[in-house]
């Protein structure tokens, strides 16, 4: 897609967020910056900033992630894939089962649903949890593409 058009779509993706009643509600939410061809959610950030929410971003440790917070004044470092990070202190990190919200960037999606990332398995790894839980389900992941 050219420039004008990703543009358009990330502002439409920020529409659709702000309609869901869900989202609105949602007060930790996990975001991330794009790489790499991905959906930029810049105007949801804003949008959802705006409304109160906490953003944070994804950082690599281990196999996993950690959630750490993240507005546009946060220093941001370079993890080993060469993605920024917020670079700020571990103790202000939020654990994945705090989060009321994640949105995920995804490359596509099988006829069941499941997500296909750029290949390290770091969000399935990190929300394997939610398979073993029968009722509530915290927090909702959301892939993005």
């Known amino acids: 897609m050219d420039k004008s058009t990703r543009r358009r779509m990330a502002q439409a993706l920020a529409r659709h967020l702000g309609a869901c009643l869900r989202v609105r509600r949602a007060r930790r939410?996990?975001?991330?910056?794009?790489?790499?061809?991905?959906?930029?959610?810049?105007?949801?950030?804003?949008?959802?900033?705006?409304?109160?929410?906490?953003?944070?971003?994804?950082?690599?440790r281990g196999d996993g992630l950690w959630f750490l917070p993240y507005d546009p004044e946060t220093p941001l470092a370079p993890n080993r894939f060469g993605i920024p990070e917020p670079d700020v202190a571990a103790y202000t990190r939020c654990r994945a089962r705090d989060l009321d919200l994640v949105l995920m960037p995804l490359v596509a999606f099988d006829t069941a649903g499941n997500r296909l990332g750029m290949g390290?398995?770091?969000?399935?790894?990190?929300?394997?949890?939610?398979?073993?839980?029968?009722?509530?389900?915290?927090?909702?992941?959301?892939?993005?593409?």
Do not use: H, V
């Open 29 to 60: 939410i996990a975001c991330y910056l794009c790489n790499d061809g991905e959906m930029d959610l810049g105007p949801a950030m804003d949008l959802l900033r705006s409304s109160g929410a906490k953003l944070l971003l994804p950082s690599l």
């Open 120 to 145: 390290g398995g770091f969000y399935d790894r990190t929300f394997s949890y939610l398979q073993t839980r029968k009722i509530w389900k915290k927090p909702l992941l959301l892939g993005i593409a």
